[in-house]
């Protein structure tokens, strides 16, 4: 009896220290090929939202700090753009007045491409794998300003800014403090995903690799 209660014993421990072990292995392997999954859709968003803004900055020369007012420019507003009417390559034409430029509207939706949004540009504002990471839709952060250029020109900037908990705040809560702190303290980075700063003309350039 004694001989069998053993055994079963044994076999829970070995059970045991299979699972430790291959816990052990694959959450790392779990935590980055799920990391790797969102990250991609995050950074499609972030980019989505930076076409968004260029083609706002191109009609008013500033970006806008407001979700509501860039996704109605995009569903509402549209662009001017210019057409020459005759060819300029005409001498004759062009000394007669025959050749002159004249603007044209198009709108916005028709002059921009965004991928990531599945149909609906209210989705523009919105996180990807927030409800999985935090139980609820989260927005990015986005913010703007002006700042002078070295040669005292002043621009707009623009940052918009999604935090890793945000969207990866669900996964193995110790993989994720190493993690955040490789970004941080190792790398010097942000903790997390953006396009732009609030204090240095970027072009709106993504932090993640590749960009």
Same mark, same amino acid.
């Given at each position: 009896?004694?001989?069998?209660?053993?055994?079963?014993? *044994?076999?829970? #421990?070995?059970?045991?220290?299979?699972?430790?072990?291959?816990?052990?292995?694959?959450?790392? *392997?779990?935590?980055?090929? /799920? =990391?790797?999954? =969102?990250? #991609?859709?995050?950074?499609?968003? *972030?980019?989505?939202?930076?076409?968004?803004?260029?083609?706002? =900055?191109?009609?008013?020369?500033?970006?806008?700090?407001?979700?509501?007012?860039?996704?109605?420019?995009?569903?509402?507003?549209?662009?001017?753009?210019?057409?020459?009417?005759?060819?300029?390559?005409?001498?004759?034409?062009? #000394?007669?007045?025959?050749?002159?430029?004249?603007?044209?509207?198009?709108?916005?939706?028709?002059?921009?491409?965004?991928?990531?949004?599945?149909?609906?540009?209210?989705?523009?504002?919105?996180?990807?794998?927030? &409800?999985?990471?935090?139980?609820?839709?989260?927005?990015?952060?986005?913010?703007?300003?002006?700042?002078?250029?070295?040669?005292?020109?002043?621009?707009?900037?623009?940052?918009?800014?999604?935090?890793?908990?945000?969207?990866?705040?669900?996964?193995?809560?110790?993989?994720? /403090?190493?993690?955040?702190?490789?970004?941080?303290?190792?790398?010097?980075? #942000?903790?997390?995903?953006? &396009?732009?700063?609030?204090?240095?003309?970027?072009?709106?350039?993504?932090?993640?690799?590749?960009?």
């Amino acid at each position: 009896m004694k001989k069998i209660l053993l055994q079963i014993i *044994l076999l829970v #421990a070995i059970g045991a220290l299979v699972w430790w072990l291959y816990s052990l292995f694959n959450t790392p *392997l779990e935590f980055e090929r /799920i =990391r790797k999954e =969102r990250e #991609a859709k995050v950074v499609e968003r *972030l980019k989505d939202i930076r076409t968004a803004q260029r083609a706002y =900055r191109n009609k008013y020369l500033k970006f806008t700090p407001s979700f509501d007012s860039l996704i109605a420019f995009v569903q509402k507003d549209s662009l001017t753009f210019e057409r020459a009417i005759g060819s300029e390559d005409d001498s004759v034409a062009v #000394a007669e007045g025959r050749v002159h430029r004249e603007q044209f509207h198009v709108a916005v939706k028709d002059t921009i491409e965004l991928f990531s949004l599945g149909g609906d540009i209210n989705n523009l504002r919105y996180i990807p794998g927030s &409800v999985e990471a935090t139980g609820s839709l989260q927005q990015f952060q986005m913010d703007t300003a002006s700042i002078e250029t070295e040669s005292r020109v002043v621009v707009p900037v623009l940052e918009v800014f999604a935090k890793y908990p945000t969207f990866l705040g669900d996964l193995d809560k110790q993989e994720l /403090i190493n993690f955040r702190d490789y970004q941080v303290n190792t790398l010097n980075r #942000a903790d997390g995903l953006k &396009v732009g700063s609030l204090t240095a003309t970027t072009n709106e350039a993504g932090n993640w690799d590749g960009e």
